[in-house]
């Protein structure tokens, strides 16, 4: 048995950072609208300059959430990875998954019981998977997932903090950290955090959460992020400008 290496899609990421300063993904959320108007949303953003599609939320109660994924990777140009809530969102069709670990709390459940029942399921499929630990930072108000998870977010203002939790995750092998807000947040992460993670560990590292405005993307890409997620604002706004103006603020092309 050999160790699991980095996958197509992963392999396909990084070399995209080559050309472009940061990547563009679109989180969908299978919940926030009906089938067709998610899959829509996401072959514009495929068409308009995003580099990845998530899917995924803090709990999917969709029962068309295995459907949404096929008709996306169906049609999308772009790689559909899965960044589920738990274990119960793994499901066949999409290119890879963010096997992600809560690092940034202490609840055993999304430490590793998640990971666990979902583990075999993910090598079952022959799913590639993107080790990843996910550090939820406090950003002005409860979010879902910080109630879901039923953990304390990181303080933003001790972005000290931030990078020990992304160090041990270099350490522990994992590849990429995703330095998240929650979706909807009120304020994003600091670009001074993103900052100091970034020099500590050589992790790629996903920002998101709260961010509304290319403004704001390519600030945190600047302080370096290597990929920038936007979910919230396309649910409401499915405007193909949009996605162009947020793709050319990340990409720094
Ligand atoms: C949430 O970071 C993502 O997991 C995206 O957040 O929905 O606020 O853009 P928004």
């Given amino acids: 048995m050999t160790a ?11 070399e ?3 050309t472009r300063k940061a990547l563009f993904f679109v989180l969908l959320d299978p919940d926030s609208g009906s ?8 072959l514009l ?3 308009h300059g995003a580099d990845a599609l998530l899917l995924g939320g803090s709990f999917v109660g969709n029962p068309y959430f295995t459907k949404i994924a096929t008709e996306i990777k169906k049609q999308a140009q772009i790689p559909l990875i899965l960044f589920p809530g738990g274990a119960s969102q793994v499901i066949p069709g999409p290119d890879a998954i963010l096997f992600t670990t809560l690092l940034s709390g202490r609840n055993p459940q999304y ?3 998640e990971q666990v029942k979902g583990a075999l399921l993910v090598k079952g499929l022959g799913m590639e998977a993107i080790p990843t630990a996910y550090l939820l930072v406090e950003s002005g108000r409860m979010t879902a997932v910080e109630y879901i998870s039923n953990t304390k977010p990181l303080p933003s203002d001790k972005p000290g903090i931030a990078a020990a939790h992304a160090v041990a995750a270099e350490l522990l092998g994992l590849r990429w950290a995703y330095l998240e807000a929650g979706s909807g947040a009120l304020n994003p992460v600091p670009p001074e955090m993103v900052g100091v993670v970034r020099k ?3 992790l790629k590292l996903i920002v998101g959460g709260g961010i509304r405005t290319p403004a704001q993307a390519r600030e945190r ?11 919230n604002l396309f649910e409401k706004e499915k405007d193909p400008t949009l996605f162009a103006e947020f793709a050319a603020a990340v990409h720094l092309t």
């Fill in 4 to 14: 699991i290496q980095t996958g197509k899609t992963e392999t396909a990421l990084v």
């Fill in 16 to 18: 995209a950072l080559k």
């Fill in 35 to 42: 089938p067709d108007s998610v899959v829509e949303a996401g």
């Fill in 45 to 47: 953003a495929a068409r």
């Fill in 111 to 113: 430490l590793v019981d």
């Fill in 200 to 202: 500590a560990s050589s």
């Fill in 221 to 231: 890409v600047l302080a370096g992020a290597d990929a920038i997620v936007i979910g």
